[in-house]
């Protein structure tokens, strides 16, 4: 298995204005003055001054869902790892190399789990796994 490493999450842009607004706002600046700056409504403002006030300032992070659970548990998805690195052809496909039709195929032979080929890239790159033809040598 290839793990990928990943750099370390700017803030959002979002997050960024919201807190130079909170900033603004503790220097003093009102809140039409804060609005006109930052070219945002005075009611975003006033929205973004009660959420600190009730959960502190990190309430104006941007926060992003996580998504449903994955239909594939740990063990089943270790497994999947470990049936990608056999090939297609060890599972009885002509093809040489895998393609997401084909994963999500043997997705549902082995495991009884559906998955549209669509989805596969996303699981595949949550997996950190990457097809043998693409990697480094």
Do not use: C
């Not at 490493?5 to 220097?27: F, I």
């Amino acid at each position: 298995m290839q793990v990928q490493a990943t750099e370390p999450k700017q803030p959002d842009q979002r997050t960024v204005v919201r807190m130079r607004a909170w900033e603004l706002k503790q220097l003093g600046w009102t809140q039409k003055d804060i609005a006109s700056s930052l070219g945002v409504s005075q009611t975003a403002v006033s929205n973004w001054v009660r959420k600190v006030r009730q959960g502190g300032p990190q309430s104006l992070r941007t926060r992003h869902s996580p998504g449903a659970p994955s239909r594939l548990d740990g063990e089943q998805q270790t497994s999947l790892l470990k049936l990608l690195e056999d090939g297609p052809t060890t599972h009885g496909f002509t093809q040489r190399n895998w393609t997401y039709f084909l994963i999500a195929d043997l997705i549902s032979q082995k495991f009884s789990v559906t998955y549209h080929q669509s989805h596969i890239p996303k699981l595949l790159k949550k997996l950190n796994w990457v097809p043998p033809h693409k990697r480094q040598r």
